[in-house]
């Protein structure tokens, strides 16, 4: 009979280790609840772990993917191959040379007399550098300025003909130096606040990108 009453009592009384279900909580004691509140903090607190582990992990998937897609990313690929080249810029738009920088030899091309002396001087006093002057082998005719240059040295002879309006560029081969040959419209140089950079001529060799 002791026996009997005993394994009664115990089917009454629940174990500590089990959690009375949620219909039961208002039976329970003080401890016993403060035990069963502390146990679903720490599952809830485990969950919103899980979960953000999970959108953290879906953010970058997705990001990952949405790279790969534009074509921002190549798995493997070389960072240094990958990235783009250069833009090259067209020689009109490219920025001119500071006059410290150019080197021009002035010629005379009208019957006008130390034209090229008086031109070499004002140039000279923007800063550039004018080794030689003289007369121009053949008249300029109606023309303000004509500017010839290797091809490497079109940058300078753009500086150059900037100064005069509506100078022409002539591209020579043979030139060794940027050449400006002044012609019969000539009659001042243009501010340094309103400059005009002459476009290349057609066919001037493009530079290397």
């Known amino acids: 009979m002791d026996e009997q009453r005993d394994g009664a009592r115990s089917q009454d009384q629940p174990d500590d280790g089990v959690l009375p279900g949620a219909a039961a909580e208002e039976d329970l004691d003080e401890v016993s609840y403060e035990r069963l509140h502390r146990r679903r903090l720490r599952r809830r607190r485990r969950q919103r772990i899980v979960f953000a582990v999970v959108v953290v992990l879906v953010l970058a998937v997705g990001g990952g993917a949405a790279l790969v897609w534009t074509g921002r990313w190549q798995p493997g690929a070389d960072p240094v191959a990958a990235s783009p080249s250069p833009t090259c810029v067209p020689p009109a738009e490219q920025p001119l040379p500071a006059p ?110």
């Open 100 to 209: 410290g920088e150019v080197s021009v030899e002035v010629l005379n091309g009208t019957d006008r007399t130390g034209l090229a002396a008086g031109v070499a001087d004002e140039l000279r006093g923007r800063g550039f550098t004018v080794p030689d002057i003289g007369n121009a082998p053949v008249a300029a005719g109606p023309v303000t300025a004509v500017v010839r240059y290797a091809p490497e040295m079109l940058a300078q002879a753009r500086a150059v003909g900037a100064r005069f309006p509506e100078a022409q560029l002539v591209e020579d081969p043979v030139a060794t130096t940027v050449e400006l040959t002044l012609g019969d419209a000539h009659q001042q140089l243009l501010p340094e606040e309103a400059l005009a950079p002459p476009a290349p001529p057609e066919g001037a060799a493009a530079p290397a990108c």
